[in-house]
Structures are given as structure tokens and as C-alpha cells.
């Protein structure tokens, strides 16, 4: 297939960058990966992968050894940028732009008549207009687009990834993808990039529209988590089965409602509803309660766990020999990503309020956070964890959990966030 398009540069090589550049070389396009890690410029050069995703180290490998995949820590010219870098917050949840802007510095020198560039990273309203002036103060040489005209140099247009970890390369390929334009013929320039690889619809609207919409379609998950997180909430308070509950209630043919946990992580939920809330404080109410629910079940967690360790003390096991296992750190089942995970931050304060008595079981990694392992908490295998263990604490349902049924001792307890061992105890 020809292209108008016969090189992308993509900015940031994580657990969006990666995937994206791999799929579009794989459909013959020259594509250059630029991030400012040089461990993991180097280990995509050797036709690796620096993070866990399933058939990703296929399309990197098969991309890099044929020679149309890259990777480098400098900006290079092309025809189109694409940039997926992190959007995290500050304190009091203040969007941080920092890396956005860096990102956008870093391509203006490079950027010629013709070119397209495309923000991809979960960004507050505005971003992709602040983009804009971003490049047109280091630019002033070409012109950028604006609404109230068509015609510009470069084209710049936002459109969010909407994968699931775990999935990406299926979904990047398959899922339809929302295209905000500055102006229309951005988005148009921009759609005909996504139609290299994209088999789902490309929906074309302006920028304000397709950033809100990735923050709308993360703020109605985070809005449905917290309805099942605050009726575990009561259902514990009530002395019913909250899975049982939600079983039978989903029996209805208008009600799905989710499962619990132990809250709500990942770059996406945990953050994205923020920016709305940010935005507008005095509208976002519910969205902005939805957070706060799901902020705050990690402290019920600990609160359960603290309750069981005072419960064995009080019953004569010796405090200095009560452990607790953590099961799970990752945000979501059968992936290595920690970030914002919340069951990192439980594992965490759990090792801070008893010193060298928490253990931590992750399938999917080798070496526990620093911040775990400088708190005392250890990364341990599955078996020795049920052996070990007096409180284990079931964070995360990973296949490697949920394919057992562990009969517990009847001097262990269990704090089981996702239901996966809730009926495997021994009475």
C-alpha cells in the first residue's frame, strides 16, 4: 500500500509509544521511537522489549530485525510526530504538563512544511492548544492551524489511545479511534496516519471534544468502580456477601454492575477524571465523589488488615511473628504495570506499620519497587507466601491466583478484595 506519509516519529516508548510504533512499522512505514531512557533505546535496537505486553516482543523484534523500527534518545525529522508521553498531576491534582511541553520543544526544531503532529497522551481541555502556541513560539517561521482557519504549515491534531493493558496490539488495531482536530484539515491529515493501521471507525471532531471524551470515557468507568467500592463498603457493614449481592443483582436485564477491589489504579482511571474535576470544580460533583470513594478503599484495606493482626494478637500469637502477604501489586490482573497502582500503596503502608513482617507476591515482575524493598517489604513466591503468612491480603486477581483454591489454616486470615479465595477456607 503507498502512503503520503512515509515516516513517523513517535515520542515516548512506553506502554503506548512502543506498541503504536511497532504496529505502524509493521505495516512498512519507517518509524523512528524517540525516549530519553537509554536502556530502553537500547533494548528495542536489539529487537526487545523493556515492558510486559503479550505479542509485542513479536512486532518489535519482526520491526526492528527488517529495518523499518528505530529507537533513539535524539528528535529526527519525518512526516508526522506522534507524541505519548506521561500526563501526571501535582499536588492537590494540578495537571502536569511538563512532559507535553518537552515533548513539543524537543520535535519544533525539526518540524517542516507538511508536517503532522499528533498528541496521543490522556490530556487535560486545552492541551492540544497549548501545544500549538507551544510550537508556534519556537516556530514562528511556519504557521500552525487555529479554528478559524484551514490553512497552515503544520497540521496538529489530538487523539487518545483507548487500548486495555494486556490487549494493546488487538486494540490499537481494531478499536475505533476518536481524531480532534485544531482545525479540519488537521484532523483529516491525521486520519489518513491512523488509516495505515486502524481497522475500527475513525471518528473525526475538534481537539476540545476528543480530549473531553477520553476523560468522559475514564470518568464513567472510575463513576461505575466506585458504585461497586461503596457497596462493598456496606455490604461489609451489613454482614453480606457483596459478591454474592452483585451476582444475583446482575441477574436483572438492566443492571451490570462491576466488581470491587481495593481501588482504582493505572496512568488513566486513577488520574483522567482529575482533569474534569480541575477544570470545573463547581460542576463535577459526582465525579469528583466517585475519586474520593475510590481513593479512599485502600485505607479500609489496611484497616481490615490492622483489625486481623490486633484480632491474632489478642488471641495469643505473639505480634513480632504476625505476617502479612500481599497477593498482587499490579493495577489490573495479569500485567506488570504498577503505576498508580493502589495496591502498591497498601503493600507499602502495610510494611511501614509492620516492619519486616510484609511480604509482596507478583507474578509478573522480578524485583520489588524500591520503595517496597527500602520499607523492608520482600517479593516471595506464591507458595511460600501461603505458607508463611498469618493475614494474606488478595489485591489482585491474576490468573496465577484465581487458577488455585488454598485451603487456610484455621490460624489465617484473609482480607480478599477481588472474591477470588472467599470460599476456599476450611471450617
Known sequence: MNHSIQSVSVIGLGYIGLPTAAVLASRKI??????????????????????????????????????????????????????????????????????????????????????????????????????????????????????????????????????????????????????????????????????????????????????????????????????????????????????????????????NILQPGPGVGGHCIAVDPWFIVNKTPEQAQLIRTAREVNDGKPEWVIAKVRAMVESLAANGKPASDIRVACFGLAFKPNIDDLRESPSVDIALKLAKMYPGRVMAVEPHIDAAPQKLADAGAQLIALDEALERADVLVMLVDHHAFKEIKPQLRADQCLVDTKGVWRISRND
Open 30 to 255: 519507517k518509524v523512528i521511537g524517540v525516549d530519553i531512557d537509554q536502556r530502553a533505546v537500547d533494548t528495542i535496537n536489539r529487537g526487545e522489549i523493556h515492558i510486559v505486553e503479550p505479542e509485542l516482543d513479536i512486532v518489535v523484534h519482526a520491526a526492528v530485525s527488517e529495518g523499518w523500527l528505530r529507537a533513539t534518545t535524539r528528535v529526527e525529522s519525518a512526516d508526522a510526530f506522534m507524541i505519548a508521553v506521561p500526563t501526571p498531576f501535582r499536588g492537590n491534582f494540578e495537571p502536569d504538563l511538563s512532559y507535553v511541553k518537552a515533548a513539543s520543544e524537543s520535535i519544533a526544531p525539526v518540524l517542516k512544511k507538511g508536517d503532522v503532529v499528533i498528541l496521543e497522551s490522556t490530556s487535560p481541555v486545552g492541551t492540544t492548544e497549548q501545544m500549538v502556541q507551544w510550537l508556534a513560539n519556537a516556530r514562528p517561521d511556519l504557521t500552525f492551524p487555529s479554528k478559524d482557519r484551514d490553512d497552515c504549515d503544520v497540521c496538529v491534531a489530538y487523539c487518545p489511545e483507548r487500548v486495555l493493558p494486556g490487549q494493546v496490539i488487538r486494540e490499537l488495531v481494531e478499536n475505533d479511534r476518536v481524531i480532534g482536530g485544531i482545525n479540519r484539515i488537521s484532523a483529516v491529515k491525521a486520519q489518513d496516519i491512523y488509516r495505515i493501521f486502524v481497522q475500527g471507525e475513525l471518528l473525526i471532531t475538534d481537539a476540545r471534544t476528543a480530549e473531553m471524551s477520553k476523560l468522559t470515557e475514564n470518568a464513567f468507568r472510575d463513576v461505575n468502580i466506585a458504585f461497586a467500592n461503596e457497596l462493598s463498603l456496606i455490604c461489609d457493614k451489613l454482614e453480606i456477601d457483596v459478591w454474592e449481592l452483585i451476582k444475583v443483582a446482575n441477574h436483572h436485564p438492566r443492571v
